[in-house]
């Protein structure tokens, strides 16, 4: 794997747990594991690795949960927000792309895990685009989520206050 020298910065929705990485490694991949299923709560973990030395907790700890005998997978325990997946034995470790503050930073280069791929994943190109939430009869709805918003911005902020 190669090694990307820049900083990254990421953390959960509530902003309990933010970190920060100096260096990146060009891993970007798509694991359809169950058990990454099950982890992230969706079809897919999409997953980009930061170098350990170069990975550090800017705000708050995150709860963790040893999914195998080699494997822990941190989350929020304010929000429940999934950020990592670590094999312990390794010297990486794996951040969830959507915890990254610039999600789309990295795009995934394999998939892996694909044995438990969801059997509709490859015609998704082919499923029409809904539009954004804030037109098609949706303004009031979207409206009302953000005048109550409680998602921290995407970068790194003096404080955190629980909601």
Same mark, same amino acid.
């Given at each position: 794997?190669?090694?990307?020298e820049t900083t990254v910065s990421g953390g959960c929705q509530c902003g309990a747990v933010r970190y920060r990485a100096t260096a990146m490694l060009d891993n970007a991949h798509l694991c359809h594991c169950r058990m990454c299923q099950k982890a992230v709560g969706n079809v897919f973990?999409? $997953?980009?690795?930061? @170098?350990?030395e170069a990975f550090t907790w800017t705000r708050g700890t995150p709860k963790v949960?040893?999914?195998?005998?080699h494997v822990e997978r941190g989350f929020c325990g304010h929000c429940g927000?999934? $950020?990592?997946?670590d094999d %312990?034995?390794?010297?990486? %470790?794996? $951040?969830?792309?959507?915890?990254?503050?610039?999600?789309?930073?990295?795009? @995934?280069?394999t998939q892996i895990g694909t044995e438990a791929r969801v059997a !509709?994943? @490859?015609?998704?190109?082919?499923?029409?685009?809904?539009?954004?939430?804030r037109s098609g009869g949706r303004e009031? !709805?979207?409206?009302?989520? +953000?005048?109550?918003? +409680?998602?921290? @911005?995407?970068h790194d902020t003096e404080g955190w206050v629980p909601r």
């Open positions: 794997m190669k090694r990307i973990a999409a $997953l980009v690795a930061a @170098p350990r949960f040893r999914s195998s005998a927000t999934p $950020l990592f997946y %312990v034995r390794g010297n990486r %470790v794996n $951040l969830t792309m959507g915890s990254l503050d610039q999600a789309d930073a990295f795009p @995934p280069l !509709w994943m @490859p015609g998704l190109g082919a499923v029409p685009d809904g539009g954004v939430t009031a !709805w979207a409206q009302a989520i +953000q005048a109550s918003n +409680q998602q921290h @911005p995407d």
